[in-house]
């Protein structure tokens, strides 16, 4: 289990690989979307659903307002 899939992250380690608090990675959690399992009275999060929570979030700036690519 300790391939990047298999990985558990607490909250505090996701915060300092995205250099953010814990309140804010809270709040991706409950209001945006970022997965996570409860173990006993705790929150875990994937390492993989945090990889795929960062591909469906990220931005290109080689994009229009309306997500559509630039020639």
Known sequence: MNT?????LTI???G???NLCRTTIWRLMNQHGLRFVRIG???RIREQDL???LERH???LNTDK????ED
Request: aromatic residues 8%; negative net charge; charged residues 30%.
């Open 41 to 43: 009275g705790t929150r």
């Open 51 to 53: 990889e795929m929570w």
């Open 66 to 69: 309306d997500g559509n690519t």
């Open 12 to 14: 505090q380690e996701v």
């Open 4 to 8: 990047p899939s298999g990985k558990f």
């Open 58 to 60: 990220s931005v290109s």
């Open 16 to 18: 300092e690989r995205l």
